[in-house]
């Protein structure tokens, strides 16, 4: 586990966007992608994000392809600007569905090495996550595409250890994204 640190970190909570529809032409869920709109979608979302003035300094992702399309967009247009890292997805099974957050954030804490991290995840354990976060039983409904930012106290995290610095919904990401 990473040594303890009360030093302030920046986490952005990304659901993935909108994927191919579950059926029989998807028959493993986990490998279900990203739909042509669910593309087009994200990145107009990251156009808004870069409006904000997000950076990533690492990203971390579940490894279901949705989620992982979703986490590669994200590096590759907000990452960092050293081209030796820009792009980087840590994949981590435990950002996949059904695992609890203490479990999560153990994992996380894991393998996250900077300041500013994305997660890329799914509903509901993302909303789970940042009820856990933030010291609430509510979950945070997160549509798809949705990003929240958290500062978060200490790290390893524990339950509470975070303030929702704010939650965007998709529709306005993009809205941010045309302005630009």
Do not use: N
Not at 118 to 136: C, I, R, Y
């Amino acid at each position: 586990m990473a040594h303890a640190t009360t030093q302030v970190r920046t986490c952005y909570l990304v659901r993935h966007a909108i994927a191919e529809p579950r059926g029989p032409g998807w028959p493993d869920d986990a490998r279900r992608p990203l739909s042509p709109r669910g593309l087009q979608r994200m990145r107009q979302i990251m156009r808004g994000l870069d409006v904000l003035g997000v950076r990533i300094d690492q990203v971390i992702s579940s490894p279901l392809v949705r989620a992982r399309q979703t986490a590669e967009l994200l590096a590759a247009g907000l990452g960092p600007t050293d081209d030796a890292v820009r792009g980087d997805v840590v994949l981590l099974p435990d950002l996949a569905p059904d695992v609890s957050p203490a479990v999560t954030m153990r994992a996380v804490a894991g393998v996250a090495t900077a300041s500013t991290v994305a997660l890329v995840g799914h509903e509901p354990d993302l909303g789970q996550l940042a009820a856990w976060w933030l010291g609430t039983d509510r979950s945070v409904p997160f549509k798809k595409g949705a990003v929240c930012c958290l500062a978060v106290r200490r790290w390893p995290a524990r339950r509470g250890d975070a303030t929702l610095i704010w939650l965007a919904p998709p529709t306005l990401l993009r809205l941010a994204g045309r302005s630009a």
